[in-house]
């Protein structure tokens, strides 16, 4: 059992990943839907009023939905967030948020949704049964700033374990290569934090900017806290 009692207002770090370690995104499209489905449970709503739109997905078959634009759109109908997400990154076998609670019961109402609404979707397109997820998801709250300042890079750098793992040992030969990288990875918020449009519905990333002075400084702030690595820093909150 997770001992965490959600507060309105508090920050956490979620993460959680695919059982026995397995891949939860296996193509483009379930990465795809997996943030689609981030923006529309986020939503006071049960999830059954919630399901998939006609507009942004094929309606043959669910789980073959291509998605018709780079960014999800925002929908006209009235939205009552119950959490903000501040940043993510998704990874092969796992995923990261960090998540302000708006509503009392949000981050857990919120994380069932997302929950089961994936799996249901996976094991409906891979034609498997059973829990995709590694039991309950992991959850810390941010309270001490020196975790608030450097959280948000260590998640957007997680994606450099695709091709760099060494990073994590400060073994970076070519930081150039590393960020390029990161600007090209769709499938974090770090290309919304430094101004390019990607999910720009999916993250509420004004509170982050004005801290870090906007995303030209939050660009340079990622690049020298990668350089000046010191992942102790993170270590009482990455849950890896």
């Known amino acids: 059992m997770r001992n965490i009692n959600f507060v309105n207002g508090e920050i956490y770090h979620i993460y959680n990943r695919g059982v026995?370690?397995?891949?939860?995104?296996?193509?483009?499209?379930?990465?795809?839907?997996?943030?689609h489905n981030?923006?529309?449970?986020?939503?006071?709503?049960?999830?059954?009023?919630?399901?998939?739109?006609?507009?942004?997905?094929?309606?043959?078959?669910?789980?073959?939905?291509?998605?018709?634009?780079?960014?999800?759109?925002?929908?006209?109908r009235k939205r009552n967030l119950i959490i903000e997400i501040l940043a993510f990154a998704l990874m092969p076998n796992h995923f990261h948020f960090l998540i302000?609670?708006?509503?009392?019961?949000?981050?857990?109402?919120?994380?069932?949704?997302?929950g089961t609404g994936y799996t249901m979707y996976f094991n409906q397109k891979y034609e498997?049964?059973?829990?995709?997820?590694?039991?309950?998801?992991?959850?810390?709250?941010?309270?001490?700033?020196?975790?608030?300042?450097?959280?948000?890079?260590?998640?957007?750098?997680?994606?450099?374990d695709l091709i760099m793992p060494q990073w994590r040992e400060k073994e970076i030969k070519d930081y150039r290569k590393a960020i390029k990288f990161l600007e090209n990875y769709r499938w974090s918020s770090f290309l919304d934090y430094i101004g390019k449009k990607n999910f720009p519905s999916v993250t509420s990333r004004r509170f982050l900017l004005d801290f870090f002075d906007g995303p030209e400084q939050y660009k340079a702030d990622t690049l020298k806290w990668l350089k000046e690595l010191n992942l102790e820093e993170v270590k009482d909150v990455a849950l890896e």
């Open 38 to 76: 981030i923006f529309e449970f986020n939503d006071t709503e049960p999830a059954t009023n919630l399901y998939y739109k006609k507009q942004l997905y094929e309606t043959k078959q669910l789980y073959e939905a291509k998605p018709r634009k780079v960014e999800i759109v925002a929908e006209k």
């Open 100 to 114: 302000k609670q708006l509503n009392q019961n949000g981050i857990s109402n919120f994380m069932h949704k997302l």
């Open 20 to 35: 026995e370690k397995r891949n939860i995104f296996l193509d483009d499209s379930d990465r795809f839907r997996f943030i």
């Open 128 to 160: 498997r049964v059973g829990s995709l997820f590694q039991g309950t998801y992991k959850a810390v709250v941010i309270k001490d700033e020196p975790h608030f300042i450097h959280l948000p890079y260590y998640i957007h750098l997680n994606p450099l």
